[in-house]
Nanobody, 116 residues
Framework: QVQLVESGGGLVQPGGSLRLSCAAS????????MGWYRQAPGKQRELVAT???????NYGDSVKGRFTIFRDNANNTVYLQMNSLKPEDTAVYYC??????????WGQGTQVTVSS
């Protein structure tokens, strides 16, 4: 019903920047919220950032001040600008789209590796 295509992951040095994008397509009338989560090896999936259709944002404590989430409502696309990256940001990053508050769709994940 809903397809998510993520892009932008890769290898970056500490202190560097990356921008992730996630485009949603399919049976979409409206989107309640879009966001990013991440999962590092041996750890649980955690919130990175979310943004509602009205523009309200929420960030995980570990990324506040370094990451910025924004969206293009016309194209059902959400972006994650990641600055001042640290090795502990290394993880698989997953896009999440909720058409209604209680249910979300997940992307396939994109690897972000921060290493010198």
């Amino acid at each position: 019903q809903v397809q998510l295509v993520e892009s932008g992951g890769g290898l970056v040095q500490p202190g560097g920047s990356l921008r992730l994008s996630c485009a949603a397509s399919g049976s979409i009338f409206s989107i309640y919220a879009m966001g990013w989560y991440r999962q590092a090896p041996g750890k649980q999936r955690e919130l990175v950032a979310t943004i509602t259709s009205g523009g309200s944002t929420n960030y995980g404590d570990s990324v506040k001040g370094r990451f910025t989430i924004f969206r293009d409502n016309a194209n059902n696309t959400v972006y994650l600008q990641m600055n001042s990256l640290k090795p502990e940001d290394t993880a698989v990053y997953y896009c999440n789209v909720r058409l209604v508050p209680a249910y979300g769709y997940w992307g396939q994940g994109t690897q972000v590796t921060v290493s010198s």
